[in-house]
């Protein structure tokens, strides 16, 4: 949903309109900078006959995630998918591509309020995971982000109307705060415009920092337990990193259920994101605010180990000293006659490892 009026001019890309401040002055994602090759392993490129449009997350080796206005049409020609892609221009040598056989809508999508802004796409084939290209886990229903909470948006957002990123466009990242619904709901109502539950919004009351145009669709995620865990998908907002007006994102744990009934086979990573003490945006009030609801749901839900991993790691011979957790398989084998390491192991599953028969004599 984007607003017109003398202080804003509007512009189109291949997705929808997004209003931009005439006076902006932004110079990429907004405030961000260059993301290194790699760390961001789930960021999707969407393209339509050859031309970046949206952002999309890799949830597993099928399916994409991405926001619902990127699509006004469901169609799937000339729809392509860049994964492990760095640079809009030039070579990437560890990127691929998919075309895309179905584009499903959040069935509640309404392009009047944003709300329920999500869709799902699957790839025509299944991607390989490699250290550039890998899933982010997303969060699960019971997943609760305070005011406050640590986020990072990633995409190829233009630097203003119509003018892209410098060459060679390369992705950019940018760190932001969750905003609480409630402050949220306050600062849209001055334009008459609802902050629903199914949303979740994020941005620095100064602004200067946030997603744009041509970041629709891209994921905002946080890090806990050194997993990388989705709780946004790029939606919608007034202007870009205007201050008092936080970037606003389809909230991801709304919408646990729907991507289940969606993917029946290899379903994706939900984790629970849990914040610690008191949400510091139950005390915000103003006028025509809703009342502070609150819902209990049980959940079962264990991820797979493979969801929300981005360590990459290019060096060993005359490498350094590896970071701690960096290669979560490796085994440390020990003599109980001596107590020191005499061998290596791979940890292959929940209890077994891997390693040489030499090791073992007797």
């Given amino acids: 949903m984007f607003m017109t009026d003398s202080d804003y001019f509007v512009f189109q890309d291949a997705s929808h ?41 890799l949830i597993n080796k ?22 492990g892609r760095q640079t809009q221009q030039g070579s990437n040598a560890n990127e691929v591509s998919r075309t895309v056989t179905q584009v499903i809508n959040h069935p509640k999508y309404d392009d009047s309020t944003s709300d329920n802004d999500i869709a799902l796409l699957q790839l025509s084939s299944s991607v390989s995971f490699t250290n550039y290209i890998r ?21 190829w957002g233009t630097i203003r109307s119509g003018e892209p990123l410098p060459s060679p466009q390369t992705l950019q990242e940018v760190e932001v705060p969750v905003v609480g619904n409630r402050k949220c709901f306050c600062k849209y109502s001055v334009r008459n415009m609802g902050i629903t539950d199914n949303m979740i919004c994020a941005g620095r009351d ?26 946004g998908v790029v939606s919608f907002g007034i202007g870009c990193a205007l201050a ?22 290899n379903q994706p990573g939900f984790v629970t994101f849990t914040s610690s003490g008191t949400d510091s945006d139950l005390t915000t009030t103003c006028a025509g605010l809703p009342a502070i609801t609150t819902t209990t749901i049980a959940t079962t839900t264990v991820a797979p180990v493979v969801c929300g991993r981005a360590a990459l790691n290019s060096r060993l011979i005359g490498g350094l000293d ?9 085994a440390s084998l020990h003599s109980k006659e001596r107590g020191a390491h005499v061998c290596g192991g791979t940890l292959v599953s929940e209890d077994l490892v ?5 090791c073992f004599s007797r």
Avoid at 244 to 265: H, L, M, N
Avoid at 354 to 358: E, I, P
Wanted: charged letters at 10%; hydrophobic letters at 35%.
């Fill in 62 to 83: 099928d399916w994409v995630l991405t926001a619902a206005h990127c699509f006004p049409r469901t169609s799937t020609s000339g729809l392509v998918i860049y994964l």
């Fill in 206 to 231: 100064e602004g200067g920092k946030d997603s744009c145009q041509g970041d629709s669709g891209g994921p905002m995620v946080s890090k806990q337990n050194n997993r990388w865990v989705q709780s």
């Fill in 322 to 330: 590896v970071v701690a957790g960096v290669w979560p398989w490796m």
């Fill in 135 to 155: 899933p982010v886990c997303l969060a699960a229903a019971s997943s609760t982000f305070n005011r406050g909470t640590d986020s990072w948006v990633t995409g």
């Fill in 17 to 57: 309109s997004w209003m931009a401040p005439l006076n902006t002055h932004n110079t990429r994602i907004v405030g961000g900078e260059n993301a290194p090759a790699g760390a961001w392993p789930w960021q999707a490129s969407l393209t339509r006959n050859g031309r970046h449009f949206c952002g999309g997350s």
């Fill in 244 to 265: 008092e007006f936080p970037g606003v994102y389809a909230r991801v744990s709304q919408y646990e259920s729907w991507i289940k009934t969606q993917i029946t086979s």
């Fill in 354 to 358: 891997l390693t040489s028969a030499n």
